[in-house]
């Protein structure tokens, strides 16, 4: 197994080689998820491609377009590539999509037909045939390309860390360093994935994505015209080891399922499928009682992943054992999106301003404003219910205070920062652009904020809408608001679906 990699650094565009595309992300204006508007330092980085040409397409690791940037694709072989140059998350444009939790992006060709083999810097080895059991990966520390071999070491879902997803990955002995990440892994004469990330603190644990997963990826991008993620049944299951557990549940001896504990509201399955219900099987492939379904030659793999092949409002049958008796029931499956986004790609942050308080919805991307070490450093409360909290209803964030611009208007509130608001005048707020709402269509003389850990700020209304001019004219922020709470309510919704 053989891997092909460009190291790139951080500075400069390299000159491409036959079965690479180098990804130079132009330096553009970053904003911090936790500053209101303002923003903070510029910065660039670099990735790699691998051309797939089957699809014409090329697929690049997610980090290579990270951010609100704009990728500058450029291919210095005898042939040149006639790349468009692409904003990510722009899919209505058919130039480029992306999925976080993929990993990957997909970058299609401005004009003519599809490449074949030899023509826009391909190289022989890419073929339209795919080999998933046939991996390789990438190294860095020079400018030109690279080969390393490794071995498979094993095949199972794995937490994708850049999309925090559970999806197959393939675990490789092959170094896997920064700047060539979506390096293409070839044996022989096949595709065996793309190189995406290591295990930290361990020596030689590299991963890779199988093919089944980016061409599911591609054949959503082409169906649809975007990429709305993967399927899921939206389930929170035990296992059933225990033999008291089972019978409790009246499982037979000849039975095994897993358990189910906790059931997404906006999953199709709540409502038909019930806490404490047992999962049997999955479109007739029973569930063991670890939760596995067989996979290749005597290996096992969570069942998870036929969940994820699904293709987006495909039906499932799924047989569940209810009060000990049996039931099958079809369930449309679809991708769900977390409470809190883990990612906001190709969007500005969102923001409230009134009278100095900065108002914010939750998101990962805020948390990691606290370092590396994000998850012990963030505050408690906000980190647990980004990681584990269910969304109620569609549209639902958690807003919280983010920040106060100092002024007499808010002096002492500047406590309050990093808790949740949960009402605004007794009334619960279901979004950031349902707060604006109801700060806006106040019509007391007092505008109440009701916090959580019971706290609470007041505000005089009209001396803090004049407040709020004052304090924006100060800091220098030229609205009060981000761009997209005054969307329609549609567009807004599509956006967020696609983020």
């Not at 510029?42 to 377009?65: D, H, K, N, Q």
């Not at 490794?150 to 860390?161: I, L, N």
């Not at 959503?220 to 008291?244: A, D, H, I, P």
């Not at 590396?372 to 569609?394: G, H, I, M, Q, V």
């Amino acid at each position: 197994m053989h891997i092909l990699a460009m190291a790139m650094p951080e500075s400069e565009t390299l000159p491409g080689s036959d079965p690479l595309v180098d990804a130079h992300v132009s330096e553009a204006q970053d904003y911090s998820a936790r500053a209101g508007g303002r923003n903070v330092e510029a910065r660039g980085s670099m990735g790699l491609g691998g051309p797939f040409s089957a699809y014409g397409v090329v697929v690049a690791a997610e980090t290579t377009f990270s951010g609100l940037v704009q990728p500058d694709l450029s291919h210095e072989s005898p042939i040149p590539a006639r790349f468009a140059e692409v904003t990510l998350g722009r899919e209505a444009k058919n130039q480029c999509s992306s999925h976080p939790g993929v990993q990957t992006s997909l970058i299609s060709l401005r004009e003519g037909d599809p490449p074949k083999n030899g023509e826009l810097g391909i190289h022989p080895l890419f073929p339209c045939e795919f080999d998933m059991t046939r991996p390789p990966s990438s190294v860095a520390g020079g400018d030109n390309i690279s080969v390393t071999k490794g071995v498979v070491s094993r095949v199972e879902p794995t937490q994708y860390v850049h999309g925090s997803t559970m999806l197959m990955a393939i675990q490789i002995d092959a170094a896997i360093n920064p700047g060539n990440s979506g390096g293409p892994a070839i044996m022989g004469d096949k595709v065996a994935g793309v190189a995406f990330q290591n295990l930290s603190g361990a020596e030689n644990i590299g991963y890779i994505i199988p093919v089944p997963v980016i061409k599911q990826f591609i054949v959503g991008v082409e169906e649809r015209g975007k990429y709305v993620g993967f399927c899921s049944l939206g389930l929170t299951c035990q296992r059933t080891e225990n033999v008291q557990l089972r019978e409790h549940f009246h499982m037979r001896p000849d039975m095994t399922g897993v358990l189910v504990s906790k059931i997404n509201p906006l999953s199709k399955a709540h409502g038909i499928l019930k806490e404490d219900d047992i999962v049997l099987a999955f479109d007739g492939v029973p569930i063991a009682n670890d939760g596995t379904v067989p996979f290749r030659n005597r290996e096992r793999i969570t069942f998870d992943h036929l969940v994820s092949m699904k293709k987006p409002n495909e039906i499932a049958e799924v047989e569940i054992l209810r009060g000990g008796v049996e039931h099958k029931f079809s369930i449309t499956l679809q991708p769900l999106q977390p409470l809190v986004p883990v990612h906001q790609f190709d969007k500005l942050p969102s923001y409230f301003i009134f009278a100095g308080l900065v108002f914010v919805p939750l998101t990962q991307p805020y948390l990691h404003e606290y370092g590396e070490d994000w998850y012990n450093t963030s505050p408690r409360r906000l980190c647990e219910r980004a990681l584990r909290e269910l969304p109620k209803k569609a549209g639902e964030q958690l807003v919280i205070l983010s920040q106060v611009l100092m002024d007499d208007i808010n002096a002492g509130y500047e406590r309050l920062t990093e808790l949740q608001v949960m009402k605004v005048n007794g009334v619960e707020v279901e979004n950031l652009k349902h707060l604006r709402q109801l700060v806006e269509d106040c019509s007391e003389e007092s505008l109440r904020f009701d916090l959580d850990d019971r706290r609470v700020a007041v505000l005089n209304y009209e001396l803090a809408k004049v407040a709020t001019s004052r304090i924006l004219k100060r800091h220098r922020i030229p609205s009060a608001m981000s761009s997209d709470l005054n969307e329609p309510e549609g567009q807004e919704m599509e956006l967020a679906f696609m983020s």
